[in-house]
């Protein structure tokens, strides 16, 4: 059974413009959601996270927003640029919990 | 570089044989965690050890089995394999067995591949 979903398997975007990756999940449990970023032949990299007391979490170009009601959390990167080509998943854990439940992946290329 | 370590990189096997995947974690940390991804499928959770003691299980087969080592290295052992066991296999560790900001930090993988 699948709690996160990522629905978009690959986004397409113009270097300097705006990437928005969206993530749905299904257990109202969850209450800590991530980011990972990964490079091919390499392990996920952690790259932002939220908890459910907030709505939105700012890492320089990078923004996570969490929209409890809708289950439904997105990762804004703005601008893109050509290194942020890699797949991101999303993860999410629920409290204190120990296991990650991830997404299947978006595959996002920056185009120059 | 994440600083979690998984040996070999590349593996080929046969059906039925049984196979051993090494992680070595990053210095300090006690939890070691183990998932796999299928193609194109997201990362399943199979096993947490913290310290030596096995924390939590997921969706880990019988076949399946690790474990945790004084010197907080983990091996997972997959046996009687099958076609369906190729995937990636990713080690991760963190500080603590879990808990909000416990950053989970992931090895490169082994690309398990049964023939």
């Known amino acids: 059974d699948q709690q996160v979903k990522q629905n978009s398997p690959s986004l397409s975007v113009q270097e300097g413009r705006i990437s928005i990756l969206n993530c749905d999940y299904t257990?109202?449990?969850?209450?800590?959601f991530l980011w990972y970023k990964k490079y091919p032949a390499e392990g996920p990299t952690f790259l932002i996270s939220?908890?459910?007391?907030?709505d939105k979490n700012e890492d320089g170009r990078f923004t996570v927003f969490l929209n409890k009601s809708a289950k439904h959390l997105s990762l804004h990167i703005v601008p893109s640029q050509p290194g942020d080509s890699a797949v991101y998943f999303c993860a999410a854990s629920v409290g204190n919990d120990y296991k990650l439940s991830f997404g299947a992946g978006t595959t996002v290329t920056v185009r120059a | 570089d994440s600083g979690v370590t998984q040996t070999p990189k590349h593996l080929i096997t046969a059906t039925g044989q049984r196979v051993t995947l090494r992680c070595s974690p990053r210095s300090g940390d006690l939890s070691v965690y183990w998932y796999q991804q299928s193609l194109d499928q997201g990362l399943q959770f199979l096993i947490q050890y913290y310290n030596g003691e096995e924390r939590a299980k997921g969706n880990i087969l019988e076949r399946f089995s690790a474990q945790q080592f004084p010197d907080l290295h983990s091996e997972l052992n997959l046996s009687s394999l099958e076609l369906g066991d190729s995937a990636l296999y990713f080690c991760?560790?963190?500080?603590?067995?879990?808990?909000?900001?416990?950053?989970?930090?992931f090895g490169p993988g082994t690309r398990l591949t049964v023939l």
């Open positions: 939220i908890s459910s007391i907030k």
């Open positions: 991760a560790s963190s500080v603590e067995g879990g808990g909000y900001y416990n950053e989970q930090f």
């Open positions: 257990n109202s449990m969850f209450d800590y």
